[in-house]
């Protein structure tokens, strides 16, 4: 494992008790930093706690990014708060878009664009205080390619991805980088809300033959987020084993 310098630094990681948001608490635990894992999973937090506590400073809170009213208190209790993960996703149904339920879609919105909104919104301003800051938003290939039975996911990641060069441009002149990260499918408990089809469809695109590890992201995260990335806001890193190659 190469060591990224993430000493005396604070993340908070959304959807931090598993998958993608798991494994990236794990690298920057390991990278120095300590760790404020926000999760909609009450009992969940608390295994994930119990079992990162071992690797350094893990404080947790359970709540519901969806809402604007549980987000700004959280991020008030976190304190200075240097790195920002929003790792917190959902799919939705895979379905074609004249099928879709417009709540379903909607829900997909709330979560994925919304939740991420919502807590860049809560934490920009005390970086712009300190004048220091990194985001990493996880979008998905999908944002950019557009997946067919998914209209949904596919548009909240595009979202993202307009929301981050968006916000990468504003805090430019500051000390607060903001960039996207688009991952292949990364095999998580997420693909229990896909149909097995669909899964397929996803490995088939990859040129590389296997979906990508949850390690594998991290570890790219964990550069996204150091002051090493110092020349680099508002982009989209790409990590999909050769599926998009722009």
């Not at 004048?131 to 979202?159: H, L, Q, T």
């Not at 229990?192 to 490995?203: E, G, N, R, S, V």
Request: overall charge neutral; proline content about 3%.
């Amino acid at each position: 494992m190469n060591q990224i310098d993430l000493k005396g630094r604070t993340a908070v990681i959304t959807g931090g008790a598993r998958g993608i948001g798991y494994a990236v608490a794990e690298r920057m635990l390991a990278s120095g930093a300590a760790v404020i894992l926000w999760d909609l999973d009450a009992q969940r937090l608390e295994q994930s706690r119990a079992t990162l506590a071992a690797q350094g400073a893990v404080r947790t809170a359970a709540l519901d990014i969806t809402d604007e009213a549980q987000v700004a208190p959280a991020a008030a209790a976190a304190g200075a708060v240097d790195i920002l993960v929003n790792s917190a996703g959902i799919t939705g149904p895979n379905m074609k878009t004249w099928e879709y339920a417009s709540k379903d879609f909607l829900a997909v919105q709330q979560v994925n664009l919304m939740g991420t909104f919502h807590c860049c919104k809560a934490l920009v301003p005390g970086m712009m205080a300190r004048d220091y800051g990194r985001i990493v938003n996880i979008a998905s290939i999908a944002g950019k390619d557009g997946n067919p039975n998914a209209p949904a996911y596919s548009a909240s990641k595009a979202a993202v991805i307009g929301l981050t060069k968006s916000l990468g441009k504003e805090l430019a002149a500051t000390g607060i980088r903001v960039n996207a990260l688009t991952p292949a499918a990364a095999q998580t408990e997420m693909f229990a809300q896909m149909t097995q089809a669909h899964i397929d469809f996803m490995l088939s695109k990859i040129p590389m033959n296997r979906f990508v590890r949850v390690e594998e992201i991290a570890a790219m995260i964990a550069w996204m987020a150091s002051e090493e990335c110092s020349f680099t806001t508002g982009a989209v890193f790409d990590i999909s084993g050769g599926r998009a190659v722009y």
